[in-house]
Each structure stands twice: as structure tokens, then as C-alpha cells.
């Protein structure tokens, strides 16, 4: 979700790698729909995991989640996001998923502007 939305958000001025510690076999079908909502399409992605290689590539990795670790590099800048759990609360399904979006969508737009300051 938050790769979608800093493509959308960001536009050419970021390059956008995406991947997980423990990527699933495809994109979830509600973070799909969520995101058509506001314009971005991730329909076409496919779960990666992520790579040492994508790690030092990157200026930033953010770190999506309480639970997702990756062994840091000097040198890259490293941002744990701890995003909404709206089923914690009880709310689930597609409406749980535009919570989610829009905890993303703020961090994701904070980022982009500091990376292009």
C-alpha cells in the first residue's frame, strides 16, 4: 500500500521499491480496492521479499508494522511506521482497509515531502 501511494503522491520525483520480510503469494484484494479509491493501482504488483541488495540500494526503507524486522546498513535511513490496527478495535473488511490507507497515506505524504526538501 504504501509503495501505490508514494507513486501516486510522489509521482517521477521518487523511486519506489516494495517488499516484505514475509511476502505473501499476491496482493491482498481489499488493499486493492482501497486504493483504486484514491487512485493508485497496485493490482499488477507481486509479493517480493526483500533483499540485502534493495536495502543498500535505498536512501530510506521504511518498515511497515510492529512485527517486520530487516538487518539495517549503515549509510541507509530507516523509518518504522507502526500503523493503525483497526481489527483491534473490531473493524474489519474494507473499511478496516481505508483506516489503514489513510494512516499509510499521511506517513507516506510526510515522507515525500521531506525527501523533497
Given at each position: 500500500m504504501a509503495a501505490g501511494l508514494m507513486r501516486r503522491i510522489a509521482g517521477d520525483a521518487v523511486d519506489v521499491l516494495s517488499a516484505g520480510t514475509r511476502p505473501g503469494?499476491?496482493?491482498?484484494?481489499?488493499?486493492?480496492?482501497?486504493?483504486?479509491?484514491?487512485?493508485?493501482?497496485?493490482?499488477?504488483?507481486?509479493?517480493?521479499?526483500?533483499?540485502?541488495?534493495?536495502?543498500?540500494?535505498?536512501?530510506?526503507?521504511?518498515?511497515?508494522?510492529?512485527?517486520?524486522?530487516?538487518?539495517?546498513?549503515?549509510?541507509?535511513?530507516?523509518?518504522?511506521?507502526?500503523?493503525?490496527?483497526?481489527?483491534?478495535r473490531g473493524i474489519d473488511g474494507l473499511e478496516r482497509m481505508r483506516l489503514v490507507r489513510d494512516d499509510i497515506a499521511a506517513r507516506v505524504t510526510d515522507l515525500a515531502d521531506r525527501l523533497r526538501a
Open positions: 503469494t499476491a496482493v491482498n484484494a481489499l488493499s486493492v480496492e482501497s486504493l483504486r479509491e484514491v487512485g493508485a493501482d497496485i493490482s499488477a504488483q507481486t509479493p517480493t521479499a526483500v533483499t540485502p541488495d534493495m536495502i543498500r540500494w535505498a536512501d530510506v526503507v521504511v518498515i511497515l508494522g510492529r512485527d517486520a524486522t530487516v538487518e539495517q546498513v549503515p549509510g541507509t535511513r530507516f523509518e518504522t511506521w507502526d500503523t493503525d490496527e483497526p481489527s483491534e
